[in-house]
């Protein structure tokens, strides 16, 4: 079931990110914009979090 709604959250995260930010980035910063990947990066990371102890949280979270 958890699986299910992350994909959901994720593909409409997906959709923000290529409708709305990605043009906005692309205007302002032209070349130097992020790319897609760049942004959602941070997803590889969130499978991580149900073994990390509260002091990796906290230093995942400063970073």
Do not use: N
Not at 28 to 53: E, S, W, Y
């Amino acid at each position: 079931m958890m699986e299910g709604w992350q994909q959901r959250h994720d593909d409409l995260e997906d959709l923000l990110i290529e409708c709305c930010a990605m043009p906005i980035y692309q205007m302002h910063m032209g070349k130097k914009a992020p790319r897609f990947q760049d942004l959602v990066k941070r997803r590889k990371k969130c499978d991580d979090f149900a073994d990390m102890t509260y002091e990796e949280l906290l230093a995942f979270a400063s970073e």
